[in-house]
């Protein structure tokens, strides 16, 4: 089945397969819940989508703010914390542990539903109402309060989507690593910068896609390296530079040569050394151990279409970021250890969830949700919010399970009148400003964009900082070891925007221990320089530049790259 776009500024044709009707039927709900014992039930067959892939993902993404942090106040006790929700949210924020105490039922804010308005408005008015978590986070942090998306950290500061790591800062995607900073998705890792999608690395500074390294700079899709700068497609190689063999003593010499410590010679380098690595082959996919799999960062998975930078997954289309999981459609982020079954149409899903659709933030074996936000260890809801250990809930309003069979099928019918039956909540309901999403970072638009969509936008005014001296990026010393220990005191106008931002104690204490120049950039700018660096979450259909076989890849045709398929790539490495 051929199917067009219905957002106008997209129109792109997408493909609904037999397979997918198969799977919109087997996650369909049934009332009365067989699961329940009631006996056979009706299937409330869900619609295939009206949206593409992309713009679907879209959608949730513009519901997950991972790094836009406020400092305001907790509605409940009046104390001061960082939150992911502005100071003049339209709802209360609750403190985390506040949030997670029994001192409030988010039961106490249900409400009946009414058949004459439509349920996304409803649902709406019930998110404006029930308190939020000040940011996403389970588990112990230790000094960690500027993190979000994040648990078990331990002295890190402005980390997101992040877990298990200890003096780290500035990343996203960075997990169980240590003294690391400026890093875009790197997993057990230690005193690594400037670096993107590598593992157990150690002391590599500006490495993407490398394994097992140690000592490396400015090299890529490299395994088993120590001290090779500038380097592509090495495989345990040591002392090379640039892809030649060189001996101990004439390397060293070469990489006294770089100083890189000065700033200006930084960036030229880094440039230098990625435009030596369009000379070698790209593999079209990053992944091992896979069958049957398109997409990219892809570990374990089989019979997976369309999903990126994930793992352990099983027979799921379109889904990003997610681990543990076996028949799942468009779902975004989470899954962690458990495994998580019929899931569709959801963010931040995971923790042994089962068939829990179009909702975001539900975890802690949950069990049949529908369309809710912010509830955990439940089951048997719809369109709740603010939920914990609760099951058999409308809008927040507890009823009698027979009552809650009853009632969920006509709210079901009254929501295909509406065409909302089958749709993610729509963008203009997120409580967050469109350019704080993590849609921001793979669909940009500008603001009169999202005000001629109707979709919330939040005009970033940056506080102005308590400083002895504020000076333009500019004017900083080149040289690292030119820079005072004053500089704690000032603050910098970012080269780019003339943002101000701060450098601290641990900051300044890391760059000298790894000999890296002071940023010039924002760290917001930082992270979309990280995030430009990696291929989009879009595939295309192009021939293998070596054997012309056909193959699905990350590299957009008309892309500099030489991209192999995975049989040539390997035949050329090894």
């Known amino acids: 089945m051929q199917k067009i776009c219905r957002n106008h500024w997209c129109q792109q044709a997408f493909e609904i397969t037999p397979d997918d009707l198969a799977f919109y039927d087997k996650v369909s709900p049934v009332f009365p819940s067989t699961s329940l014992g009631t006996g056979n039930g009706k299937k409330e067959l869900i619609p295939p989508p009206t949206l593409c892939p992309d713009c679907r993902m879209q959608r949730r993404y513009a519901f997950r703010n991972e790094r836009s942090l406020h400092r305001r106040t907790c509605s409940k006790t009046g104390r001061s914390m960082i939150s992911v929700y502005t100071p003049d949210a339209p709802f209360p924020v609750y403190d985390n542990p506040v949030w997670w105490s029994d001192e409030w039922d988010g039961r106490e804010y249900g409400r009946e539903f009414d058949s004459h308005r439509p349920f996304f408005e409803q649902f709406d008015a019930l998110l404006k109402s029930v308190p939020k978590m000040a940011r996403v986070q389970q588990g112990e942090n230790i000094n960690a309060e500027y993190t979000n998306c994040a ?138 151990l896979n069958e049957n799999v398109t997409g990219n960062y892809l570990m374990r998975c089989r019979n997976v279409r369309n999903c990126f930078e994930s793992s352990d997954l099983e027979d799921c289309a379109h889904c990003s970021c997610c681990h543990y999981t076996r028949d799942v459609y468009d779902v975004a982020h989470y899954g962690i250890s458990e495994t998580n079954e019929l899931l569709l149409e959801g963010e931040g899903i995971g923790h042994g969830a089962f068939r829990v659709l179009f909702s975001k933030l539900v975890w802690g074996g949950s069990s049949d949700v529908l369309y809710s936000y912010e509830c955990f260890s439940s089951h048997h809801l719809f369109g709740c919010t603010g939920l914990k250990k609760d099951s058999f809930c409308i809008l927040n309003k507890q009823y009698p399970k027979e009552e809650y069979e009853r009632l969920v099928p006509t709210i079901i019918e009254h929501m295909r009148g509406t065409h909302e039956y089958g749709e993610f909540f729509p963008i203009t309901i997120s409580p967050f400003g469109y350019n704080e999403s993590l849609s921001q970072d793979y669909w940009p638009i500008a603001r009169e964009d999202a005000v001629r969509r109707d979709w919330p936008w939040r005009d970033i005014v940056d506080d102005f900082p308590n400083v002895d001296r504020m000076m333009h990026a500019s004017d900083l010393p080149d040289a690292s070891e030119d820079v005072p220990d004053d500089i704690l005191n000032w603050a910098i106008k970012s080269a780019q925007s003339g943002r101000p931002f701060r450098i601290t104690k641990p900051e300044l204490a890391l760059y000298r221990q790894l000999r890296l120049p002071i940023p010039h950039l924002h760290p917001e700018e930082r992270h979309k320089a990280r995030h430009a660096l990696r291929n989009p979450r879009h595939l295309w259909t192009r021939p293998c530049m070596k054997c012309g076989q056909e193959m699905q890849s990350t590299y957009a045709p008309e892309r500099p790259e030489i991209v192999y398929c995975e049989a040539c790539y390997l035949a050329s490495v090894y």
């Open 151 to 288: 648990s078990y950290n331990k002295n890190c500061y402005l980390l997101f989507s992040s877990n298990g790591n200890e003096d780290c800062m500035y990343g996203s995607f960075i997990n169980k690593s240590k003294s690391c900073i400026d890093n875009h998705n790197v997993l057990n890792c230690e005193l690594c910068a400037h670096s993107t999608d590598s593992e157990k690395c150690y002391a590599c500074i500006g490495v993407a896609d490398c394994t097992d390294c140690s000592e490396c700079v400015f090299c890529s899709h490299c395994s088993g390296c120590r001290n090779c700068y500038g380097c592509t497609n090495l495989r345990n190689n040591e002392y090379c530079y640039m892809n030649e063999q060189l001996s101990k003593d004439e390397y060293e010499r070469r990489i006294a040569e770089t100083h890189l410590s000065r700033y200006g010679q930084f960036e030229r380098e880094a440039q230098r050394c990625r435009t030596a690595a369009l000379s070698y082959p790209r593999r079209c996919y990053e992944g091992t």
